[in-house]
């Protein structure tokens, strides 16, 4: 298996302008989740799906930030408009209810915003 | 008071050394217990899990869980240089809530 596939791997933009990040998960896995990352804050989850249906958005900082999961491979999350504080690596995890209750993480989206 | 603590460092040791790394937590309720290791600009890579308490080795490592205290262990015995990473701890109950440390930077000195 290919693993929790993210894109972009890096992303430079400017305050203000749309950002989509993009993720397909393990084959199988059900769930899925959105994590940021920060030196200050540590990993923080932004959002999580279960069989396509976003289940707990309550890490979802502001109204900027959205995410979709249309079909079972695949998810997005959308920053509309980006600002310089958004700057982080943005993880994508996922899960197969049935199995061990551990994650996979992906390689990250690493975005700056200037 | 944090579900989870994790002491960030940083930690240096020689090669060849025995590492402690080490976590507590608040909630009586977490059953699944995982070490991420993370090398710079990558994503955490999980690294073991336990299921309730006691010990699991794999190699080098040996991850140790005692429910009773709210604390748990990752051993790394004869530490390599490629240990050289960012560990994190990682808890959850059943479900989908997972609650993470703030990870322990350790480097290992040829």
């Given at each position: 298996?290919?693993?929790?596939?993210?894109?972009?791997?890096?992303?430079?933009?400017?305050?203000?302008?749309?950002?989509?990040?993009?993720?397909?998960?393990?084959?199988?896995?059900n769930s899925l989740?959105?994590?940021?990352?920060?030196?200050?804050?540590?990993?923080?989850?932004?959002?999580y799906f279960n069989n396509n249906v976003p289940i707990d958005?309550?890490?979802?900082?502001?109204?900027?930030?959205?995410?979709?999961m249309?079909?079972?491979?695949?998810?997005?999350?959308?920053?509309?408009?980006?600002?310089?504080?958004?700057?982080?690596?943005?993880?994508?995890?996922?899960?197969?209810d049935?199995?061990?209750?551990?994650?996979?993480?992906?390689?990250?989206?690493?975005?700056?915003?200037? | 008071?944090?579900?989870?603590?994790?002491?960030?460092?940083?930690?240096?040791?020689?090669?060849?050394?025995?590492?402690?790394?080490?976590?507590?937590?608040?909630?009586?309720?977490?059953?699944?217990?995982?070490?991420?290791?993370?090398?710079?600009?990558?994503?955490?890579?999980?690294?073991?899990?336990?299921?309730?308490?006691?010990?699991?080795?794999?190699?080098?490592?040996?991850?140790?869980?005692?429910?009773?205290?709210?604390?748990?262990?990752?051993?790394?015995?004869?530490?390599?240089?490629?240990?050289?990473?960012?560990?994190?701890?990682?808890?959850?109950?059943?479900g989908n809530?997972?609650?993470?440390?703030?990870?322990?930077?350790?480097?290992?000195?040829?």
């Amino acid at each position: 298996d290919a693993g929790v596939i993210q894109s972009p791997r890096h992303e430079v933009t400017e305050m203000g302008q749309e950002v989509t990040l993009r993720c397909k998960p393990i084959s199988g896995h059900n769930s899925l989740f959105w994590y940021r990352q920060t030196m200050m804050r540590g990993l923080e989850l932004l959002i999580y799906f279960n069989n396509n249906v976003p289940i707990d958005d309550s890490g979802m900082p502001e109204d900027r930030f959205s995410a979709k999961m249309p079909n079972a491979s695949f998810s997005t999350l959308k920053i509309q408009p980006s600002e310089p504080r958004d700057s982080a690596v943005y993880f994508c995890a996922s899960l197969q209810d049935s199995g061990a209750n551990v994650l996979t993480f992906g390689a990250g989206s690493r975005l700056t915003v200037l | 008071q944090k579900e989870v603590e994790q002491d960030p460092g940083p930690l240096s040791v020689p090669e060849g050394a025995i590492v402690s790394l080490n976590c507590t937590y608040s909630n009586s309720a977490f059953q699944y217990f995982m070490w991420y290791r993370q090398y710079s600009r990558k994503g955490p890579e999980l690294l073991m899990y336990t299921y309730s308490s006691g010990n699991k080795e794999d190699g080098r490592f040996t991850a140790q869980v005692d429910k009773s205290s709210k604390y748990i262990s990752l051993f790394i015995r004869d530490s390599q240089p490629s240990d050289s990473a960012t560990y994190l701890c990682a808890m959850s109950r059943t479900g989908n809530q997972f609650y993470f440390g703030t990870g322990t930077s350790l480097t290992v000195i040829p």
